[in-house]
């Protein structure tokens, strides 16, 4: 079984400063990890995703996420954050080697930028 | 990235009509499609996985009778909510993948459904 965590239902942070949204993630195979970004009343938007190699993703609209193989760790990060980004953000993950296997979301972060 | 239209966006209905929803991968064939439905303020369930040509494989407690689907090319999936009820007034978001190991899942922008 796989399963995503995200620990936080909400995180603030004000304009210009970085932020991070958590995620932690089990699988029994190797990872594959995304994070998506949803806008009210929209669908998913793909952000970025980790199948191997370097451990620090680069993704759409500055954003990068960290992949920790010892901690099982996925967060998602952003040096200056805009308001524009507040949204509720989605991590997943599926097992990279078995095709047939679904994406098993997180709970999602709503997360809140402030002027 | 890929892109995945949803159509129609919105749609309101009587109780007990039927209502369909188109989903279409524009610039990629995607072999695989899948039908999620997202309630206020939470994260998205997964109501089935369908193949092109193939039948749906639903979710359990998913009711294939009510909810049908059909992929019958590699761009184009429907869902038809059949004898709709005000308990199925949901969010519904498709979402499709190509044929790769490693192909990204892309999500359509939702329909929102409303049954009176």
């Known amino acids: 079984a796989q399963s995503v965590a995200q620990p936080e239902d909400q995180v603030n942070v004000a304009e210009g400063n970085p932020l991070t949204v958590k995620c932690t993630y089990s699988v029994s195979g190797n990872p594959y990890l995304f994070w998506y970004v949803q806008y009210p009343n929209r669908g998913l938007q793909f952000l970025l995703k980790?199948?191997?190699?370097?451990?620090l993703v680069k993704g759409s609209y500055g954003f990068e996420a960290e992949f920790n193989k010892s901690q099982t760790s996925f967060h998602l990060k952003k040096p200056s954050a805009l308001v524009s980004d507040s949204a509720l953000y989605f991590c997943a993950v599926r097992d990279l080697y078995n095709a047939g296997n679904m994406l098993t979301f997180g709970g999602g972060t709503r997360l809140m930028v402030k002027p | 990235g890929a892109v995945v239209s949803q159509h129609p966006s919105r749609v309101i209905c009587k109780s007990g009509t039927s209502v369909k929803i188109e989903c279409r991968s524009l610039?990629?064939?995607?072999?695989?499609m899948f039908w999620y439905r997202q309630f206020p303020k939470q994260s998205l369930m997964l109501m089935a996985t369908?193949?092109?040509?193939?039948?749906?494989?639903?979710e359990q407690g998913v009711e294939k009778d009510k909810f049908l689907i059909n992929h019958a090319s590699l761009t184009l999936s429907t869902l038809t909510v059949t004898s709709a009820h005000p308990e199925d007034s949901s969010f519904y978001i498709c979402?499709?993948?190509?044929?790769?190991?490693?192909?990204?899942?892309?999500f359509g922008p939702g329909t929102r459904l409303t049954v009176l």
């Open positions: 610039d990629f064939q995607a072999t695989t």
């Open positions: 980790y199948i191997t190699g370097d451990n």
């Open positions: 979402s499709a993948r190509g044929t790769g190991l490693t192909d990204t899942q892309y």
């Open positions: 369908s193949n092109e040509g193939s039948k749906a494989t639903y």
